[in-house]
């Protein structure tokens, strides 16, 4: 069978596609701006451009002709198109997907919901100042039943709950049931372990993460830790922002930003780390397919597999910090002549309870994922009332952490996510850190000792295998079927609890682990 | 006679405009970033964002719809609506002075004007580092043989020469005549002020804006002089790029940019100055009238004489130096001990003749405008071929300036206005200075000595006189027209020279002149 990438129908989705990509390129520009550099009277002309903008791109992913091409091509495409055209297959697939879901929501709701994320924010962000959950609850109220109904526009499955519509928006092909299977036991795992280190009664020093670290020097450490591990500056850039982020301009233009705090140690370097991770992923995506779905990320878990990969499997790691610690020593002179290596490996993996999910450290922060997904199913299925949230939250806050959050600011009000109508988005973070540590298991198999190599700053064989395993491929896998093929086996809890476990026993004197 | 403010056909012409006006600052967002933050890599996606941008503007304001809401409104519009419904009026007129270009325009050609300009940017930027004008000749004559065509198809009066009609781009209502008026005895007593100035054997101490000024403390004097004379952070920023510019990007959004020299202290403290001219007219717009010409520029010329105005008329005179100078002393420890107030108020005003423009003096820029206004005539009346620009500049050019240019780097390679099909362009620079110093004797007229407020580091009231008097005009007058109801009387050489004269003379033991 010939390939259908000659066909004038594939020929013009592509060109329709890249178009609408420069349009989103376009729009991500004047994001990464009004995040960094944008003075404070330019953010109302700002909203304009990019609902412009937004409303152009929109335009175009829901022309008929788009529909005309799919229906074209969907009939020409042999039913092994899968594995010998496999481009066509797969951009084919996925346009249709978004194509579907984009014409099934009426515009007037798309407008809507833009509308009341814009203000629900804006009134999150004032709530959360005054810890006033009331302030708050209207909104959320009213965001939840237009995302009831956007869930009830995009549905096509029958057997797919509202939430897993939703999600599926995210994490393409994953259902809430699947990950319900993989967090059970993850629970399980984690509160155990969580028991066993807070019973071991061992604790770091601490206060070697915030002693004075001049910004000027982290900044410079910053970009060399984001070159160590291959991020090209010839192709992208580090900038401040207030929240940390990565985004591409373009296939050669991708921004990472990061915050400094001259008392805290963490917040930058392993902030970069976590961008730097995202940033490697959408530098290594194939740049012809710039603009279709085989040069674009799987999935916001997959996403967030590879920055948790060079932030914590390898950023927390020993053999990191036998290569990184002496040249952290020379980067800040005299603050850490007290200090030894492995004491300061033992801070950054120190471990804790602690109410905000963004600075939670690597076991407890899939608690508190579990908590939002949790909730969030319950209210998306009308089972939780949005009024009843603060309560929940913190009945099951103690549950899992064994503490009460002192407010709502520490509690249902800490993350901006509902406000903007993300619903649904949660559960990717915790999926992320799974398939990392199924990533990195698969990686250390082929490639040998990871840390021997992370120990002498080689950290370029880890890059290529995410490369050649990962990143180039697209979107041609879902996500599941991704985990299978690099890793010989689905989805599974139980890599991560391995992880956490090698690396915190000798930390905490815990038991050891067989392999 | 009622407004037409409310007629559908205005409602329907001012929203369009304002739309148009949004991908326009889009696109100056995308200009912005490509100057100052862009990584190399991000070049190529760039161009095509900014091309699609460029197309989809285009498209609007060729739109036919336009022109029938323009043929609607000057049907309705009463005679005297240049007086009772001024809006109105001002809008209809500038827009269908636009669409009329614009429409004239064959696609084709702008496309082609487009892609020649910047494949011979490229070539220039290559000819001008080898020095070697043979590489540029075929583009440029390429580029004059476009321009010529495009004079043509915009060609309506024919009275006009086809300078005249590209000359009008970027001075509307201005006639190469007009221009040659006031240039001819311009360039006969800049001669002779600049032989004078020669003959009296005086020179500064130049060597004291060449010592060490480090970047850091640069770049705070720069905010803090933008400050002074009243530039808006709120609304705007200072960055760095090679090329240092003002753009907006909203309209309580301007940029502005400079480059900083550790060892030349003009380059950053006027560059900034001069941006920071430009950036006060943008800001004194009518925000309310943003994307329509009520709130733009009248002119380059008249945005010339605003950035001249506070880099030279202010920034190089007596009073600013009384109040700047200790304060420089203070933000640099040491390193102007040994030079006196006065001693730096003449290193700023130092007069040569040299041969690059943009390092030029207040004296001699004037006369490098003049000769390449000469040869740009010329060469679109088809008297002058580009092959012997080179010759025709070298020759001209030590006939003023008594020098002749080593090589066409220095000579008639050195500006890129040419090659991206600026002809008709520079006079607007020298037209700045007149309409500067015009506007400074007004003002000086109008709020008493200007130069005891200077000292005493008072700016507003020149500052609130420039925005009641041009900037918040927006396009209502044209250049001569502005002229002559600012200051009485029409575009003159000789406030210019008055006020050369009158500040160089003491340092030059000039002859005084005479009020």
Redesign the interface.
């Known amino acids: 069978m010939g390939s259908l990438t000659q066909h004038p129908a594939y020929v013009a989705l592509i060109g329709h596609l890249k ?1 609408a990509a ?2 989103g ?2 729009n991500a ?2 994001g990464w ?1 009004e995040q960094t ?6 953010a ?3 909203a ?2 990019t609902a ?2 937004a409303g ?1 791109y929109h335009q175009r992913m829901t022309d008929p002709q788009l529909g005309e091409w799919l229906a074209t091509l969907e009939e020409q495409l042999p039913p092994d198109a899968s594995e010998h055209d496999v481009a066509v297959w797969v951009n084919v697939r996925e346009t249709r997907r978004r194509y579907d879901r984009a014409t099934r929501t009426p515009r007037a709701l798309v407008e809507e919901l833009s509308r009341v994320a814009t203000m629900a924010q804006q009134v999150w962000v004032a709530a959360r100042r005054a810890s006033d959950f009331s302030l708050f609850l209207p909104w959320l109220e009213k965001m939840v039943t237009l995302k009831r109904e956007q869930a009830q526009a995009q549905q096509t499955d029958e057997h797919a709950t509202l939430y897993d519509v939703l999600l599926d928006e995210y994490e393409p092909g994953m259902r809430a049931a699947d990950v319900q299977r993989v967090f059970e036991p993850l629970r399980e795992e984690l509160t155990r372990l969580l028991g066993e280190i807070t019973a071991s009664g061992r604790r770091p020093r601490r206060e070697v993460l915030q002693r004075e670290y001049p910004v000027a020097r982290q900044r410079e450490l910053a970009i060399r830790v984001a070159e160590w591990i291959g991020f ?6 580090l ?1 401040e922002s207030p929240h940390p982020f990565c985004t591409s ?5 991708c921004r990472l930003t990061t915050r400094y705090d001259p008392h805290y140690f963490n917040s930058a370097f392993f902030g970069t780390l976590h961008e730097a991770g995202h940033g490697l992923y959408e530098q290594g995506l194939p740049p012809d397919a ?1 603009g279709t779905p085989m040069g674009e990320t799987v999935s916001l878990g997959i996403h967030e597999s590879q920055s948790r990969m060079w932030e914590n499997f390898v950023g927390r790691s020993r053999g990191f910090w036998r290569y990184c610690f002496p040249r952290l020593q020379e980067a800040f002179p005299e603050v850490l002549d007290d200090v030894s290596e492995d004491e300061f490996h033992f801070a950054v993996n120190d471990v804790q309870p602690s109410f905000i999910r963004v600075e939670a450290d690597e076991v407890t922060y899939n608690l508190h994922i579990m908590l939002r997904f949790e909730l969030e199913q319950e209210i998306i299925a009308g089972e939780l009332k949005p009024a009843d949230v603060p309560e929940e939250w913190n009945r099951r806050f103690e549950r899992d952490f064994g503490l009460r959050p002192p407010d709502d600011a520490q509690g249902c009000l800490q993350d901006v996510h509902w406000s903007a109508g993300l619903i649904g988005y949660f559960p990717t973070y915790a999926l992320g850190n799974m398939y990392a540590a199924q990533f990195y298991r698969a990686a250390d198999r082929d490639l040998g000792e990871l840390q021997g190599l992370f120990g002498r700053g080689d950290f370029t064989p880890l890059r290529r295998w995410l490369n050649e395993k990962i990143h180039r491929h697209g979107m041609r896998f879902r996500a599941a079927e991704l985990v299978r093929v690099v890793c010989g086996e689905p989805l599974d809890h139980r890599p991560l609890i391995d992880h956490l476990r090698r690396k915190l026993a000798p930390l905490y004197g815990l038991q050891a682990v067989t392999d």
Chains 1, 2 share one sequence.
Request: aromatic share 8%.
């Open positions: 178009e420069t349009l390129t376009t520009v004047l701006d550099y944008l003075p404070p009277g330019g109302e002309h700002r304009e451009q412009l903008l152009m090209d500056f010839e192709r992208g850039r900038d301009l373009g296939p050669h233009d710039f």
